[in-house]
């Protein structure tokens, strides 16, 4: 209990404006209304005290129409613009005593909507191009029956108010409805506070006449609520504790029957016994088996020998690719010859040079063709012999004076002018590779087909 006193003496204080019950108990001013007159939203937490239908709480009246806004605390009366509204006091279902949430909310597209409780009960048109007119007189408690005044005792509030605060906007049905639900206690409409352009502090602060009474009712509101949220909390607590009661009786069932299921694993290892007989009996099963899969092994060592003929066949197939290698060498040659005429011509005019450099280029394009064509049936003969590896068919070794294009100076680097000049005149075939980079597919082509 204590707790909770502490809570509520930290709680914000909230502000209630409790109405007398003469025609003299109201609140007059004249607030700055241009913000709302192309749309605004009048919203407020009532509390009605007097049982009669005509009690006004709200009036706004210019010089030229005392009854630019008038409202009544039970539904009955919604105007704005002197005879344009609805009267929702059945929907409404305003309770004496009770405090209950109303919002109005305009645009100048017309359409006015009432809301109580955060729930949308009634709406209505107003004029085509009317706008609220400013500087006029706002007067709480009281209904004017002329400009500021002409007060009747028969349309005196008496009630209470809270928060009343007018925002510059038509509100959405959910805004309305997030400013009912946070309650009268919160501060939730501080979030709209762009838009709140008359605020309930401003309200608090205008000179008041006759009997106007402040309270601050939240802290005890907020007491009731902690008291009734203690004692549902003590409500789930003792059905929580026969809950547990009822886990314990079950636990304690639940133990019995482990017992009794001990017992029975007793009686199963008892059984297990007999069970190992079972499983010596087995494994000699399993020593035939064995001696069944070493026939499977001998059968095996057979799909050996076949596959070992496999292999034979496969190197007639490494010869057959040979042949291909030798045919691919004859293109070669071709290539050369065809190579060496060029070079010929290259003594012709300077027309022709450009020509011939051009067949130069074609003739190279095959030679790289041929080359991709050997390597593809090096990389076969490489695949083959790999397999073959195994069995020691062959073994190769290949150097020729071709390796020292492996050395630092001309591995890796472009054949120029200067580089061929190095080489006697054996190596006269690197001149139509003037320009290419020395690779190790280029060394090995050099050494197999130029030994």
Known sequence: MVLIVQEISAAQSHTVLKFGNTVGDYIRFKPNMQPFSEAFSLCSWIRKSRSVSNSHWFSYAISSNDNEIVLTDEGSVNYIFQSYGTNVKAEAGVTVGVWYHYCLCWSSSRTATIYYNGRQTGSFTTPS????????????????????????????????LDK???FSKKLTSSEVSELYSAGRCSD??????????????????????????????????????????????????????????????RSEINLNKKSSELEQVRAYLGQTTGQLTETETQLNQTETRLDQTETRLNQTE?????????????????????????QTETRL????????????????????????????????????????EVEEL????KEIKKGLSGFNCFKVTNSTHWDILYTESFFDEILTEDMLAILDESWEKLEYFKGTRVTERLIEFFKRYFP
């Open 302 to 326: 057979t799909q050996l020998n076949q596959t070992e003929t496999q292999l034979n066949q496969t190197e007639t197939q490494l010869d057959q690719t040979e042949k291909k290698l030798d």
């Open 188 to 249: 939730v409409e501080s979030k709209y506070d762009d838009v709140r352009q008359l605020k309930w502090e401003q309200i608090l602060q205008q000179p008041r006449t006759g009997n106007i009474a402040e309270m601050d009712t939240c802290p005890l509101e907020q007491l009731e609520e902690q008291l009734e949220d203690a004692r549902k909390e003590l409500t789930d607590t003792k059905a929580s504790k026969e809950e547990i009661s009822d886990q314990l009786n």
């Open 164 to 166: 009343t605060n007018i």
């Open 129 to 160: 191009g009317r706008r609220l007119t400013a500087d006029g007189y706002l007067v709480l408690g009281q209904e004017q029956d002329s400009y500021g005044g002409s007060f009747d005792s028969n349309q005196l509030f008496g009630g209470e």
């Open 333 to 372: 040659n071709k290539t050369e010859k065809h190579m060496e005429e060029v070079e010929a011509n290259l003594a012709v005019t300077v027309s022709q040079l450009n020509q011939t450099e051009k067949n130069l280029e074609e003739t190279r394009n095959d030679l790289n063709e041929t080359l991709v």
């Open 378 to 381: 090096e990389e076969e003969v």
